[in-house]
C-alpha cells in the first residue's frame, strides 16, 4: 500500500481511535472489572514496565496537553518510544506493558496495571521466505542474504515489531546492516492487516544487538 494512502487512513480513523482507546486498553486483559478474587497476580517486571510507561506517558501528558495523545496513541508515539525508553532493564522485561502504560499515562487514563505479560516473540519463517523471494526478483537477493530469521514481537493485542536476524557482526553497523533494513522496508508493503499495526523494523546481530532501526 503506497504511503500515502496508509497515512490517509489512519487520518480518517484518528478521531475514532481515541474514542476507542478505552475498549483497547480492556482488549489488553488488564483485569479491570473483575472481583478482586479473579484477577491473576501482577509480576513485579511488568508492573515496573508499566509503571515507567505510565510516568512517561504522564509527563507527555502534563507538557504536552491532551493533543499529544493523538500522537503518542494513534501515531504510535508510544510504540517507537519504547525503543530508546530508560531504563532497559525495566522497559525489556515487557516493552508491551511499557507501551500500554505510556498510553494511559498520556490519554488521562487511571493507571491500571496489566494482568497478565503484553509482549510475545512470534518466528515467522514464511515472512523470511516472502522475502527473500522479493528480494530475488528485484535486484535486492545481495542486500537480503544476510537475513537468517524474522521474529514478530508483539506489544499487546494490535502492535507489532519486526524483529530481522541479520548475520552481520557489531562492525558492520554501516552499509550492509542498512541496505538489509533497506531492502526489507522497501519489500514491506504498509498493509498491516488483521494482525495489528507493525510500527518499527530492527536488524539485529545473532547475539541480539540492535544494528538498525526503520520505521515501517
Known sequence: MPLTDRRARWRAWAPAAL????LLTVSC?????????AAR???????????????????????????A????????GCVRRSLTARPREVVERDRGA???GCRHGVSGARHRRPARPLTRRETDPGLLAGFRSWA???????????????????LGDHDYDVELTASHDHDDR???????????????????????????????????????????
Not at 510507561?53 to 507527555?60: A, Q, S
Not at 495523545?69 to 504510535?76: H, L, Q, S
Request: glycine share 14%.
Open 69 to 76: 495523545a493523538v500522537r503518542e496513541v494513534v501515531w504510535g
Open 29 to 37: 486483559d488488564t483485569g479491570v472489572g473483575r472481583p478482586p478474587s
Open 136 to 154: 530475488a526478483r528485484h535486484g535486492r537477493k545481495a542486500a537480503a542474504a544476510g537475513a537468517s530469521r524474522v521474529v514478530l514481537v508483539h
Open 174 to 216: 554501516g552499509a550492509d546492516a542498512a541496505d538489509l533494513a533497506d531492502a526489507f522496508a522497501e519489500w514491506w508493503d504498509g498493509d498491516d492487516g488483521d494482525a495489528g499495526v507493525a510500527w518499527n523494523l530492527l536488524v539485529l546481530t545473532r547475539d541480539g544487538e540492535r544494528l538498525v532501526t526503520r520505521d515501517l
Open 19 to 22: 474514542g476507542l482507546l478505552a
Open 41 to 67: 497476580p501482577t509480576s513485579p517486571a511488568r508492573s515496573a514496565a508499566y509503571d515507567a510507561g505510565w510516568r512517561t506517558g504522564k509527563e507527555i501528558l502534563d507538557s504536552g496537553g491532551k493533543g
Open 98 to 100: 511499557w507501551v500500554l
